[in-house]
C-alpha cells in the first residue's frame, strides 16, 4: 500500500496538497465576462450583471477560505467544506457562461435564461459560501448521528 491507503495507486488527487496553488486566472477571465454581460446594455439582461458579481464573489471568498485550510493543514474543514465548494462554484462559473454566450448570441430566450439563472438559481450562492467557511464545526459536531 501506498501513503494513500491504496494499493498500486500513486496519484496526486488521493493525497492532499502541501501548498495550495495561486493561479486564479479562472477568476479572471469570468470578471471579464461578467463585465462583458454588464457593458452590453442589453434590456433582456436586466441586474444579471450585478447577481452574477455577487457570485463571483462569494467564490473568491470561499475560494480564499478552503485554500487558506489546505495550507495551514486543516484538511478536515477543507473537506467538510468541498461538497458546498463545488455546487457553489459550478452554480458562479455555469451563471457566467451562459450570461457570457447570451450576450454574445443576442438572443432573446438565451438571455431569458441568462437572467432566470442569475436571479432565481445563483440567489443562494451566500448561503453556499457560509456553509463553505462555518459549517465544518456543525458537521463535525453532528457527524455521529449523521452516520448512524
Known amino acids: 500500500?501506498?501513503?494513500?491507503?491504496?494499493?498500486?495507486?500513486?496519484?496526486?488527487f488521493l493525497m492532499p496538497p502541501?501548498?495550495?496553488p495561486v493561479d486564479m486566472k479562472w477568476d479572471d477571465e469570468l470578471h471579464d465576462t461578467i463585465d462583458k454581460v454588464r457593458s452590453s446594455n442589453q434590456p433582456g439582461m436586466g441586474e444579471t450583471a450585478a447577481h452574477l458579481a455577487r457570485a463571483l464573489s462569494d467564490t473568491r471568498i470561499a475560494t480564499s477560505f478552503l485554500l487558506g485550510k489546505i495550507a495551514d493543514g486543516d484538511h478536515a474543514t477543507a473537506?467538510?467544506?468541498?461538497?458546498?465548494?463545488?455546487?457553489?462554484?459550478s452554480e458562479t462559473t455555469g451563471g457566467?457562461?451562459?450570461?457570457?454566450?447570451?450576450?454574445?448570441?443576442?438572443?432573446?430566450?438565451?438571455?431569458a435564461l441568462a437572467r432566470f439563472l442569475a436571479t432565481n438559481l445563483i440567489g443562494d450562492t451566500p448561503g453556499l459560501r457560509d456553509t463553505v467557511t462555518a459549517g465544518a464545526d456543525a458537521l463535525q459536531s453532528a457527524r455521529l448521528a449523521l452516520v448512524a
Open 79 to 89: 473537506l467538510a467544506g468541498a461538497t458546498p465548494y463545488l455546487r457553489l462554484l
Open 18 to 20: 502541501t501548498t495550495p
Open 96 to 111: 457566467i457562461m451562459i450570461a457570457g454566450g447570451a450576450v454574445a448570441s443576442t438572443e432573446a430566450a438565451r438571455m
Open 1 to 12: 500500500m501506498n501513503e494513500a491507503g491504496v494499493a498500486g495507486l500513486a496519484s496526486p
